[in-house]
């Protein structure tokens, strides 16, 4: 069967239909192409991540021990109660009896 530019044709079963199927692939071929072009060119626009080290100095984020944060400010015994109740919860043994 050849395919026409025509309106109207018929597909393999003779059932007529309203557009050819080169002219629905080209748009569809159009926007695929589109598509990869744009990924390609956004892929081109990474720049390179680069560390600068200076020798001998920590450049991160400065560590807290777990006892400092809000809820405690830095009671460490506090900190452990607080720890050991929260396991004693997860206990089964416990949330059982």
Known sequence: MSVSRSRLTKDEFGRGTARSMTTLMT????????GALALLLAACGERPQVIEYKQGTYQGKPDQLPSGGAPWNGNKTEWESAVKNRNQAQNE????N
């Open 93 to 96: 043994y416990k949330r059982t």
């Open 27 to 34: 748009p569809r071929f159009a926007v695929v192409a589109v």
